[in-house]
C-alpha cells in the first residue's frame, strides 16, 4: 500500500509542469477575452464621441481602466475609430506580440 502512495506523488510531480502551461494558457485567453471587451468599450465610447462632436480620445481614456490606458492606441479617421490593446502578461516577450483590435464608425457631426 506504502507504493501506490509513492507512485500517485510521483506522477503528480511529472503531471506538475504539464498543469502548470494548461493553466498559464488558459489564463492568457481569458487576458485577450477581457482586453477584447474593453477595447470594444473603448471604441465604442470614442465613436459615440465623435458622433456628438466630442473628443474621442478623452472618451476612450475614461472608458479604458487606468492599466489598459498606456496599452492601448487610438485612431480617428474621420467618422471610424480603430483601437489596438495589449493584453497582459505574464510573459513581456509574448505581451509584444498580442494585441487585439477594435473598429466602429460613425457619422461625424
Known amino acids: 500500500m506504502r507504493k501506490a502512495a509513492g507512485q500517485a506523488s510521483v506522477e503528480f510531480l511529472a503531471a506538475l509542469p504539464f498543469l502548470l502551461v494548461v493553466a498559464l494558457g488558459v489564463t492568457q485567453m481569458l487576458a485577450i477575452g477581457y482586453a477584447s471587451v474593453l477595447a470594444g468599450n473603448g471604441v465604442e465610447a470614442a465613436a459615440l464621441a ?60
Open 50 to 109: 465623435v458622433a456628438g462632436g466630442g473628443d474621442p480620445v478623452a472618451a476612450a481614456r475614461a472608458a479604458l481602466p487606468g492599466w489598459s490606458r498606456s496599452r492601448s492606441h487610438l485612431t480617428v479617421e474621420g467618422g471610424e475609430v480603430h483601437l489596438r490593446l495589449r493584453p497582459p502578461t505574464l510573459l513581456p516577450a509574448l505581451g509584444r506580440k498580442l494585441e487585439v483590435h477594435a473598429e466602429a464608425a460613425a457619422d461625424a457631426p
